[in-house]
């Protein structure tokens, strides 16, 4: 599967690790795919991390179609487009998180020829501390959108152990 559909299809595992669905296994899963998917394909983590949120919010904010459109009384259309369009800027968190990572991650420009990226499991460590960086400044910035941590959807999982040490945050 193309790097790309690897991100969007991760994306739309998250919100499945949470109620109503409970697949909770979907949650460690997703951020693994993603952060394949963008260790993949050098200069496209703006590209990879849009889809993975784009995949992500879409899923996981479908609800607000109900309250659109059921409750606000907005044509399908309307509805369905808002839900386009506010899926698309909560997007641009991953986003930035998929360019910081690929920045970390890639090698050095003008390092000279046979630069290396970094050790995978360096790799793996930059990319943890972004996904629970952005995970956190989504719960602030601009009054905050907490919901889809993934952590969430790990609340009747062995993980969920974590939980009373350090809260969600630790549990993603």
Known sequence: MKPALTALAAGVLLPLSMAPFGLWFLGPLSPALWFLALREERGRGLLNGWLYGLGSYGVGVSWVYVSIHDHGGAPPALAATLILIFASGMALFPTVQGYLFRRLAGARPGAGAGSAAPPAPLQAA???VLFITFEWLLGWVLTGFPWLAAGYGQLDAPL???APL???SLVS
């Open 126 to 128: 930059w990319f943890a």
């Open 160 to 162: 969920a152990a974590f």
């Open 166 to 168: 350090g809260g969600v």
